[in-house]
């Protein structure tokens, strides 16, 4: 199921990513948007680990550097019967967390150093099993992939804007009259395919955030720890949103990076904090 996943949404996304690319030059934007779309999909299973961690300068650690983050991973991906993920820390006061790779045999967990300094040890296992959830249900793959192809899709836009600001289009629409057409057309692009990614990736991740929560706190045996756990992150992330997060990978930690209120929650990549909690309530209840 999540491979038909994997391969739906990166579909999607690349043809999200030819459309505005042909939309936006034409035959040869949309040369240009298949040769980066096979670049972005390569790299985004090869590398999007690596380049996740690299953006939020994720420096590995040793469990003498970090016993009970390390322990708790490891004891976790035991009861999973999965590999030991390498283990990262974020170097950040707002508490989060992820989890990243292309598979079980090559994941890895991060968590900031701000979730150290507010959680006790079974909120930490909590949230260590729902990213160990995410590792043993195969889905930090697609997860990552919708990332970098999200990005890409923002790095596209931004590049047409400034050749519009620049260029105001080539010679020939400006010849034709065409150039009014194209920035109307440009302007439309701008605001839907964001809007479109953006969708995507909340798809993408609601569900997967709900299913990490059960499976995460059955796993661990913790589900009112897990629920604590949330409650405590989201918090603190209202006040303090995640330094170098942006809408591309925000649908990879446990709770939404930025400070999500009001309007914006519709548009949130993750489900409410409270209905999360309560589901975990109701699970501890049941077990």
Known sequence: MNTLKTAFFLTLLTLL??????LLGGRQGMMMAIILALAVNLGSYWFSDKIVLAMFRARPVTEAEAPELFGAVRHLAQLSNIPC????????EAPNAFAT??????????????????LNQDELIGV???ELSHVRNQDILIGTITAAIAGAIYMLI??????????????????RGGGALNVAAFLVISILAPLIAM???????????Y???????????KPLALASALEKIHAVSVRRPLEGANPATAHLFIINPFSAQGMTRLFSTHPPVEKRVEILHQLARQL
């Open 17 to 22: 990513f030819l459309v505005v690319g042909g």
């Open 128 to 130: 260590m099993a729902h």
């Open 158 to 175: 931004d590049m047409a804007r400034w050749s519009f600001m620049f260029g105001g289009g080539n010679r020939d629409d400006r010849e």
């Open 211 to 221: 299913q990490a929560d059960e499976s995460g706190a059955r796993l661990c045996r």
């Open 101 to 118: 790779g292309r598979s079980p045999k090559h994941a890895a967990v991060a968590a900031t150093e701000g979730i150290l300094k507010i």
């Open 85 to 92: 993920p390498k283990v990262y820390i974020i170097p950040s």
């Open 199 to 209: 969708l995507i990736q909340m798809a993408v991740s609601r569900s997967r955030e």
